[in-house]
């Protein structure tokens, strides 16, 4: 079945640095991509999609390119906030399914001041 | 607009009792999802309505667990004869009709705990 891999489970950066992290996934069909952000008691919260290879989605300063050929989609910020400590999921979409969704496990960023 | 809600917010029950969760989709929402997640497992999908209609319930266990959606306005999780191995918290979320974007729009959850 379709599956979503983030690397990191957790990632500990101060104010200002650059942010990666990483999002491989493995689909049969040509899936659309997601990058979910969850605070503490929220639910997730969609950021950004990219539904086609080389398309860059982003939103609030955070960014991914949908890469086919590498089958990634990587979350990058240029500099990241203290507002920005939360768990970020990578998710893929199924069309053919009204995007049923299948998230990876996620990964922990955590911004020192 | 007022989002997802979810009733309740914390649900603590014996095992073996029964577990009734409620979801509000915001209006207008044709799409209704449920989620389970947990700290091992992370984020799995359950099932998924469409217009009411179930479309997909391939990550719902077999036995215990269904899903209705009576009308438009709202969606029911029951587990019945619950076990520890159900806590959990249970996300409901919901998504636009005809709507291409894969967006959706998640409920602050429903945390199950099974004594």
């Known amino acids: 079945g379709d599956s979503v891999t983030q690397t990191e489970g957790q990632v500990a950066l101060s104010e200002e640095d650059f942010l990666t992290i990483h999002c491989n996934y493995s689909a049969s069909g040509y899936p659309a991509l997601f990058w979910y952000v969850q605070y503490p008691g929220e639910g997730p919260q969609f950021l950004f999609r990219?539904?086609?290879?080389?398309e860059k989605g982003s939103s609030r300063g955070f960014e991914a390119t949908y890469d086919k050929g590498t089958t990634s989609f990587h979350l990058r910020k240029a500099s990241v906030q203290e507002s920005d400590s939360a768990v970020y999921y990578c998710a893929l979409g199924d069309r053919g399914m009204g995007y049923k969704l299948t998230f990876g496990t996620g990964t922990s960023l955590l911004v020192d001041p | 607009n007022a989002g997802v809600i979810q009733t309740p917010r914390h649900k603590v029950t014996g095992k073996g009792q029964e577990a009734t969760l409620w979801c509000e989709p915001i209006?207008?929402?044709?799409?209704v999802f449920w989620y389970r997640q947990t700290i091992v497992q992370g984020l799995e999908f359950l099932t998924y309505f469409r217009n009411q209609a179930p479309i997909d319930d391939s990550g719902m266990p077999k036995e215990r667990f269904s899903a209705q959606m009576p009308n438009q306005s709202h969606s029911t999780l029951k587990i019945q004869s619950t076990q520890p191995q159900d806590s959990a918290v249970y996300l409901c979320?919901?998504?636009?009709?005809?709507?291409?974007?894969?967006?959706?729009?998640f409920g602050e959850g429903s945390k199950l705990t099974v004594l």
């Open positions: 990219a539904s086609r290879d080389k």
């Open positions: 209006s207008g929402h044709s799409a």
């Open positions: 979320a919901s998504s636009p009709a005809g709507a291409n974007t894969g967006q959706l729009y």
